[in-house]
């Protein structure tokens, strides 16, 4: 296990700092926080077996990125695939990532310190992936999904609160299970390979995986399950909620043809409402093993960064401010990074 923590003297200081959006005099009142929107980052350049440094970077929303420090000198050790595994908690500004292949998660908080430390909780009985802090709550949450049939069936999908993120201590009983659905028997570790997940900020935790969608009330205690688009066989990901619309936005994809739409989703029933058009052609990288997304602090732009050829970063940028059924090729700009595999978006506006 790695376990290093590093105060900001010792990283690179930017102009733009990461992770703080806040007033220099404290007799000011706290500008909005779109007012400094920020995009950030995890990035490596050896996606394939983790051996160098994992960078943390801060980026306008241009993207016109930066780099602000060094997270893990030598890196996880591990690859850095399945990478749409981070979260924001925009209360304290802090930033977090859990790593698939390490079972570690990487912390950048707000003072200033650095970590990645080790998941400590049920890890005979259960794997995880996918985490999320919930801001009504103040609380920090992770999927997971059963693999020995103790305590619970096979395959049963939980929602764990993570009780400590700076130590990496979670519950080891689930505060929640998907009732009347498990992960089918051999698939759990690509159940979660899969995984995305949102929140709505308040109570409810989203969680979407191949072309499966289930949803966690954490005030009535009630889950939900379903295919977005029934009938039709596409595996979904980059699931982000948003709040301006009330509407769940993700990627709906299907390596024929290949085809790519960008759709909204109903909270509620978890059934698309709304779907682009085929925008494969504007987005023609997009790798699902090698991905994130986030929105936009103002959430009317969904970002996408993949990796695209050997280990350079594409990132797409696109305008979904009319409505997913209105996005336009005119509305969608790209940009490369080369040599370099950025990952883990997250806005500094929403999570």
């Excluded at 698939?100 to 950048?108: C, D, R, V």
Aim: glycine fraction near 8%; include cysteine; charged fraction near 10%.
């Amino acid at each position: 296990m790695r376990n290093s923590i590093i105060r900001i003297s010792t990283v690179l200081l930017l102009s733009i700092p990461f992770l703080s959006c806040e007033a220099d005099d404290p007799a000011t009142p706290a500008p909005n926080v779109c007012d400094n929107a920020q995009i950030y980052s995890l990035s490596t350049t050896d996606p394939y077996t983790g051996l160098t440094d994992l960078n943390s970077n801060g980026a306008d929303e241009t993207l016109a990125w930066a780099a602000t420090g060094t997270i893990v000198t030598g890196g996880l050790g591990v690859a850095i695939n399945n990478s749409s595994t981070s979260t924001y908690n925009f209360d304290n500004e802090n930033y977090h990532y859990y790593n698939y292949q390490s079972k570690e998660f990487i912390n950048i908080n707000s003072n200033a310190t650095f970590n990645n430390v080790s998941l400590t909780g049920d890890l005979i009985n259960w794997k995880y992936n996918g985490i999320t802090y919930i801001s009504t709550l103040g609380k920090y949450y992770i999927i997971g999904v059963n693999v020995t049939g103790t305590p619970s069936p096979t395959g049963t999908i939980g929602l764990f609160e993570v009780l400590n993120i700076n130590t990496g201590t979670i519950a080891t009983t689930p505060t929640m299970t998907i009732s009347g659905y498990s992960v089918s028997s051999g698939m759990e570790v690509l159940f979660l390979q899969l995984i995305s997940v949102a929140t709505d900020h308040n109570d409810m935790v989203y969680v979407i995986s191949g072309n499966d969608i289930f949803s966690f009330d954490l005030t009535s205690g009630t889950s939900l399950f379903t295919t977005p688009l029934p009938g039709a066989i596409y595996e979904y990901y980059g699931l982000e909620y948003n709040d301006a619309i009330g509407k769940l936005n993700a990627i709906q994809y299907s390596y024929s043809g290949p085809s790519l739409f960008i759709i909204e989703i109903d909270p509620i029933s978890l059934l698309a409402s709304s779907t682009s058009v085929n925008l494969n052609n504007f987005i023609p990288t997009f790798v699902p093993d090698y991905y994130s997304t986030t929105l936009s602090c103002d959430e009317d732009t969904y970002f996408i960064s993949t990796r695209s050829a050997n280990i350079d970063t594409d990132f797409y940028t696109v305008d979904i401010s009319f409505g997913a059924s209105m996005i336009a090729s005119a509305g969608i700009t790209n940009s490369t990074i080369t040599g370099n595999y950025y990952f883990g978006l997250e806005s500094n506006g929403n999570n």
